[in-house]
């Protein structure tokens, strides 16, 4: 008779933990991981770009090369992400040798630990373990999850999906859906993105995206990682057309998940021209964007009776000087209302100096928000200008909102 697991919650905030691997399962796994406050070193000759990103924010430490045991000293848990059951097999021995309980994506039988189907809500954390079949754990995590959107006695479910969107477990065909995942915080997906990505077979995820959000993937989904990460690594939006359009025509339910809204200088426009070419019918979730959730998570309204009537929301990816640029700087310098610039950090220096050549006020109150509603949320406060040097100062690094005007102010109750 086999013998049940035994729950437990890890309490891991600062403690060491090892993942053995840098391919999907690990991308899945370690965002969670950074989540809980784990110390996580991540062991791996070749690395995602996800998890690259998460490497380069200081998130997680990253050891390019192959485990050793020496590796597992110190470790309080180790999660092997690899698919080759031989080097599986060796880091499992070294963490038996260090009574280190060790979770395997290869073998379930062979690892003295399991990762339960999970789902979150607030500060509740549901984990469900099925005996070894993944596919009953997530039925039951998917059931309580929608039990948890239990209002007033009303079960706050999506409408029925009325147009072409299909999923290949009914037999129809296959279909794409671009949903917007909001802003960072997992939460801030809307209902139906959040339904949509629980019955996907694929999914092709930006670096932005929440990582919790894939921690809670149904087994056997697809992740495709289509991280474009500032100066490494990246997908041409070419390649990702093209899983789309191809996954979709294999027969598979397609979720591209894109930080923020997918038409906010999300590209989904290009996404969904190339899918309508080929053919393949498109769903379009709205997400959250950033360039109005990071300003109100740094506690700016980008509108204020009295203060501000309109905003504007540009991209800075493009130096003003530049013959590519598409954006008339020198009109919003004579606007009165609130700037929010997205993409902007790198240029920030040169888009500050010629909003001011063109007579935008020094004194104008200015903020640069880092990866807002997230842990790793921080603000920068100046005027327009200082806050270039202000930014480069703190340190701040993309994805970054920059938002302009005196709405920044308008809340200050520091007084």
């Excluded at 997992?186 to 995206?209: C, F, H, N, S, Y």
């Excluded at 959250?288 to 980008?302: D, E, F, L, W």
């Excluded at 930014?391 to 909102?401: F, Q, S």
């Amino acid at each position: 008779m086999t013998a049940n697991p035994y729950p437990l919650g890890l309490r891991l905030a600062g403690l060491p933990v090892v993942v053995v691997g840098g391919g999907t399962v690990a991308t899945r796994r370690v965002p969670a991981l950074i989540d809980a406050g784990a110390d996580v070193l991540l062991v791996t000759p070749e690395i995602s770009p996800a998890l690259r990103a998460h490497a380069d924010a200081g998130r997680l430490r990253w050891a390019a090369r192959r485990f050793v045991p020496e590796d597992l000293d110190g470790a309080w848990l180790v999660q092997v992400a690899i698919d080759d059951p031989v080097a599986a097999a060796t880091v499992s021995a070294a963490a038996a040798e260090r009574r280190i309980f060790c979770v395997r994506a290869d073998d379930r039988t062979a690892a003295t630990a399991w990762t339960p189907a999970v789902t979150r809500h607030g500060p509740v954390t549901v984990g469900v373990l099925g005996g070894g079949d993944p596919h009953r754990a997530m039925a039951v995590r998917d059931a309580i999850r929608t039990l948890l959107h239990v209002r007033k006695g009303t079960l706050l479910t999506p409408p029925v999906e009325e147009g072409p969107l299909v999923n290949t477990r009914t037999g129809r065909g296959g279909a794409v859906a671009l949903v917007g995942a909001g802003p960072g915080d997992a939460e801030l997906i809307t209902l139906k993105g959040w339904r949509l990505l629980t019955e996907a077979d694929v999914v092709v995820a930006d670096r932005l995206v929440p990582g919790l959000l894939l921690d809670e993937l149904r087994s056997g989904v697809e992740l495709v990682d289509a991280s474009k990460i500032p100066y490494g690594p990246s997908r041409t939006q070419e390649e990702i057309n093209q899983i789309l359009v191809d996954r979709a025509r294999a027969g598979s339910f397609v979720v591209r998940l894109k930080g923020g809204d997918p038409y906010v200088f999300g590209r989904g426009g290009e996404e969904l021209l190339a899918c309508a070419e080929a053919g393949v019918p498109v769903t379009v979730v709205p997400g959250v964007t950033s360039s109005i959730a990071a300003p109100a998570a740094a506690g700016v309204p980008v509108t204020h009776r009295g203060v501000a009537h309109e905003f504007t929301v540009v991209s800075g990816h493009v130096a003003p000087d530049s013959p590519d640029s598409l954006v008339r700087w020198e009109a919003l310098a004579g606007l009165r209302g609130t700037l929010v610039i997205l993409m902007g950090l790198k240029n920030l220096p040169a888009i500050t100096a010629t909003l001011l050549a063109h007579g935008r006020p020094a004194d104008t109150p200015a903020a640069v928000v880092q990866e807002a509603t997230t842990g790793s949320e921080r603000v920068v406060r100046a005027t327009l200008g200082e806050v270039a040097a202000a930014v480069a100062d703190a340190g701040l690094r993309p994805p970054a909102v920059v938002v302009l005007g005196d709405v920044v102010t308008a809340l200050d109750l520091s007084e």
